[in-house]
């Protein structure tokens, strides 16, 4: 005769995948059209020149051509201003 009452198993642990989000080409390298850059959530980088930003704010490439990384200040509506990555496609 069992001395504890049948424990169910926990209903703890599980935990959702990892997004994948970050750069995924570097400063220097070639891309083709269509290649996804920087995956992101909201608007961490900014769109440059030969950038486009899809549904999920993830940048890819809208011509064939190297990709360069350049600091912006944007000034904010309230007046502040913060520093962010400019990304584009030369």
């Not at 209903?11 to 850059?37: F, M, P, W």
Request: proline fraction near 0%; charged fraction near 25%.
């Amino acid at each position: 005769m069992a001395h504890t009452k049948a424990l169910g198993s926990t209903k703890l642990g599980r935990d959702s995948a990892a997004q994948r989000l970050g750069i995924k080409v570097n400063h220097g390298q070639r891309v083709s059209v269509g290649e996804i850059i920087i995956r992101q959530r909201g608007t961490k980088y900014l769109a440059g020149q030969g950038i486009r930003r899809a549904g999920d704010d993830t940048f890819y490439a809208a011509k064939n051509g190297v990709v360069r990384y350049a600091s912006k200040t944007k000034t904010k509506f309230d007046g502040r201003h913060r520093s962010a990555t400019l990304v584009s496609v030369e």
